[in-house]
């Protein structure tokens, strides 16, 4: 299943030092289309709400950099225990266990210019301080440069 996980930038460092995602319990966003609906919209829309969970961990994290963090993984369906619908065309599912890095896909993260926006929207997450902001794709082989800017 292809899955988005929610993350910060210390966070994401952690991962590429453990080369693993401890995903126990951790909240992720599922593509889910109804019929009849584009599946590459939905995923859109399961990495934009992983992208609001991210504002949350960045409210709980104030030392943190000030950019949303998406992790993308295609991991085994008997890691994904299914919470209930998280919009339309997503559902929000609690990863059950470890996720290797070699699963990681790709990252989605803000532009270092869109920190004070981010700031505000972590601030306050009913604002709409991030919308004019879109996440920006990282291959995983990028993953370790993103670190050493932040």
Do not use: C, N
Request: glycine share 6%; net charge negative.
């Amino acid at each position: 299943m292809y899955v988005f996980l929610p993350s910060t930038v210390p966070a994401l460092a952690e991962v590429l030092a453990e080369r693993r995602v401890d995903g126990a319990g951790a909240t992720a966003f599922t593509a889910d289309p109804a019929p009849g609906s584009d599946t590459e919209e939905a995923e859109y829309e399961a990495m934009h709400a992983a992208a609001e969970e991210s504002l949350r961990l960045l409210g709980e994290a104030p030392g943190a950099p000030r950019r949303r963090v998406v992790l993308a993984a295609e991991i085994p369906d008997h890691l994904v225990d299914p919470q209930g619908r998280a919009g339309q065309d997503v559902s929000r599912v609690s990863i059950t266990g470890t996720v290797p890095y070699k699963k990681l896909k790709s990252a989605h993260v803000d532009d270092p210019d869109a920190a004070d926006d981010i700031a505000a929207a972590a601030a306050d997450p009913a604002s709409d301080a991030a919308e004019d902001h879109e996440l920006m794709w990282y291959a995983v082989q990028e993953l370790r440069h993103l670190i050493e800017e932040a």
